[in-house]
């Protein structure tokens, strides 16, 4: 099982950028799907989450800013940012508890990364 992160770049405040993240693989079901970011000296923080059913969590400094979202036909999660600021900046990484089948076999659920995506906010 993989995860692919992308859409990452240079955006100016106040403006939009869309990252997505796609899950492939030997993939059975998909349970949590998120997005975290790390901050240079800084600890992994959770952005937002959504569940398999459509239920979403955020960071309160992205509340009303950050919109995620799923499509779960293409394995993928969305997380939609509008009116970045630069305090925004950091590699952002995607998340996913999935259940993976090996030979026909269901394995217990497990969490998998993407390789990080770097967003930078900046006039």
């Known amino acids: 099982v993989q995860l692919q992160a992308s859409g990452g770049g240079l955006v100016q405040p106040g403006g939009s950028l869309r990252l997505s993240c796609a899950a492939s693989?030997?993939?059975?079901?998909?349970?949590?799907m998120g997005w975290y970011r790390q901050a240079p000296g800084k600890q992994r923080e959770l952005v937002a989450a959504?569940?398999?059913?459509?239920?979403?969590n955020y960071a309160d400094s992205v509340k009303g800013r950050f919109t995620i979202s799923r499509d779960n036909a293409k394995n993928t999660v969305y997380l939609q940012m509008n009116s970045p600021k630069p305090e925004d900046t950091a590699v952002y990484y995607c998340?996913?508890?999935?259940?993976?089948?090996?030979?026909?076999?269901?394995?217990?659920?497990?969490?998998?990364w993407g390789q990080g995506t770097q967003v930078t906010v900046s006039s």
């Open positions: 998340n996913a508890n999935i259940i993976s089948h090996h030979g026909g076999v269901l394995q217990a659920p497990g969490d998998y």
């Open positions: 693989g030997s993939i059975f079901s998909i349970n949590a």
């Open positions: 959504i569940s398999s059913g459509g239920s979403t």
